[in-house]
C-alpha cells in the first residue's frame, strides 16, 4: 500500500485539510471498519478495485466518485483488487461551500457523487482518468473546487461562524455547556445547536466526542502511555466514560483495538 498526503494551495488551505493518492498492486481481499473522523471525504475511484461498504445487513459497491457523509458509528468495508484513489479530506465545517444540501442529510452513508453534483464531477472523474501524473491530477481537482467556492461564497458568513465555534469546542474538549458557547458566540443555544447541524452534519456534543475520540486514537497509535492517562489528556473525566464512547465509535474496546491496529485505520490516522 502506498499512501501520500497533499497540501492544497494557499486559496484552498481554509476548505480542504489535504488530498491523498492511496494505490495498491495487491489483489488480496481484506475487510475493515471505518471510525467516524469528523469530516466529510470525496473520493475518485481512479483503478480496477472494488470497494463495498456496510448498508444494514448487507454490502454494496460503492459508486466510482463517492461522497462520504459524516461517519458517526463504525462502518464496516470490504476491498477486493487493485486500486489507485484521489481523495479530498474538508475541514469539519468546509464541504458546506461545496455542497447545496445541508449536510446532515449525507449522514452515515456513501453517495454517488456524479448524482449530486452531475455532469462536471463527471468530467473530472474523466479527466482524472487520462492523465496518470498526480500532480496534474491536485490541479484539476483544486481548479473543480475554486468554481464550486466562488459559486457558493453567499454561505460564507454563516459557514465562517461555524468555523469560529468548532475551534472554540476543540480548544477545551472537556466544555459541555453549550450556553456558555452560545454565549461567547452571541446566539442562542439553540440556534447554536442548528447552525452547527445544518453546516456539519454533527449536533455540537457529537462534535466535541468525535474530537475526543480522534485525539484519542492518535495517542494509542503512539502507544507511549497507559489507557488511563490516554482517557484524561483526550479530555474524559474517568475511565468508564471514555471506553463506552470508544465503543461506540469503533465496536471494541481502547485494549482491544490497541491489540489489532487495522491498515485503513492506521491510514486515516495520518
Known amino acids: 500500500m502506498d499512501f501520500k498526503h497533499f497540501l492544497p494551495s494557499p486559496v ?28 466529510m471525504e470525496a473520493i475518485f475511484n481512479l483503478g480496477e478495485g472494488i470497494w463495498e461498504s456496510a448498508v444494514g445487513d448487507e454490502y454494496l ?46 449522514n452515515d452513508h456513501i453517495f454517488d457523487l456524479g448524482d449530486i453534483l452531475g455532469s462536471p464531477v463527471k468530467t473530472l472523474h474523466a479527466q482524472l482518468l487520462e492523465t496518470k501524473d498526480q500532480l496534474k491530477r491536485i490541479e484539476l481537482v483544486e481548479f473543480f473546487l475554486l468554481k464550486r467556492l466562488t459559486g457558493n461564497q453567499k454561505k460564507s458568513f454563516k ?3 461555524v468555523a469560529n465555534i468548532l475551534t ?6 472537556a466544555e459541555n455547556n453549550l450556553g456558555n458557547i452560545a454565549t461567547k458566540h452571541g446566539i442562542t443555544p ?6 452547527i447541524y445544518q453546516h456539519t452534519g454533527l449536533s455540537p456534543t457529537s462534535f466535541n466526542k468525535i474530537n475526543r475520540f480522534q485525539f484519542s486514537l492518535k495517542l494509542i497509535a503512539k502507544n507511549e502511555m497507559p489507557l488511563t492517562s490516554v482517557a484524561y489528556s483526550s479530555g474524559y473525566f474517568d475511565q468508564s466514560h ?16 490497541l491489540e489489532n491496529i487495522t491498515p485503513v485505520n492506521q491510514l486515516l490516522m495520518q
Not at 498492486?25 to 481484506?30: A, I, K, L, R, V
Not at 472554540?168 to 474538549?173: A, F, G, R, V
Not at 439553540?190 to 447552525?195: A, D, M
Request: proline letters at 6%; aromatic letters at 18%.
Open 61 to 106: 459497491k460503492t459508486p466510482k466518485i463517492e461522497l462520504w457523509g459524516q461517519i458517526t458509528k463504525p462502518l464496516p468495508i470490504k476491498s477486493k483488487g487493485r486500486h489507485t484513489m484521489l481523495g479530498i479530506k474538508f475541514f469539519t465545517h468546509s464541504a458546506a461551500y461545496f455542497f447545496n444540501d445541508e449536510i446532515g442529510v449525507f
Open 168 to 173: 472554540s469546542i476543540k480548544k477545551n474538549p
Open 12 to 39: 484552498l488551505s481554509a476548505y480542504v485539510k489535504h488530498y491523498y493518492i492511496f494505490e495498491s498492486d495487491s489483489d488480496t481481499e481484506f475487510e475493515d471498519t471505518v471510525f467516524p473522523s469528523g469530516d
Open 159 to 161: 459557514v465562517d461562524k
Open 190 to 195: 439553540r440556534y447554536l445547536h442548528k447552525l
Open 242 to 257: 471514555f471506553i463506552r464512547d470508544f465503543k461506540s465509535f469503533t465496536g471494541v474496546t481502547p485494549s482491544a483495538y
